[in-house]
């Protein structure tokens, strides 16, 4: 199973940059799959996820409206567009993916299956 995660560097603020992800190993088309991200000197935490039917996307507070995650099972990928990016998103984003859990939007309490390697993505002001 690997999760190859792509596209980070540097970005302007206001500027626009889209990560991505490709996976191999398992079907996508079964999982639920997610954006987290790891700034300096802090936790991860999730960004946001999209069901495994596409339907309901989550976004964290922070990332409403400027943010978009889709997914193209065909190419087996998932992306995170980040539009008009701020220096508070400048962070290690990793890729995820998890079956579904009943009751959860997301990954549920135990987290994703499969994490990718992380892309380091930049924002200068």
């Known amino acids: 199973v690997q999760l190859q995660a792509s596209g980070g560097g540097l970005v302007q603020v206001g500027g626009s940059l889209t990560l991505s992800c490709v996976v191999s190993?398992?079907?996508?088309?079964?999982?639920?799959v997610g954006w987290f991200r790891q700034a300096p000197g802090k936790e991860r935490e999730g960004v946001s996820c999209?069901?495994?039917?596409?339907?309901?996307?989550f976004y964290v507070d922070s990332v409403k409206g400027r943010f978009t995650i889709s997914r193209d099972n065909l190419k087996s990928a998932v992306y995170l567009q980040m539009n008009r990016p701020k220096p508070d998103d400048t962070a290690v984003y990793y890729c995820?993916?998890?079956?579904?859990?009943?009751?959860?939007?997301?990954?549920?309490?135990?987290?994703?299956?499969?994490w990718g390697q992380g892309t380091l993505v930049t924002v200068s002001s």
């Open positions: 999209l069901s495994n039917s596409g339907d309901s996307p």
């Open positions: 190993g398992f079907t996508l088309d079964d999982y639920v």
């Open positions: 995820a993916a998890g079956l579904p859990v009943h009751h959860s939007r997301c990954f549920g309490v135990e987290g994703p299956n499969y």
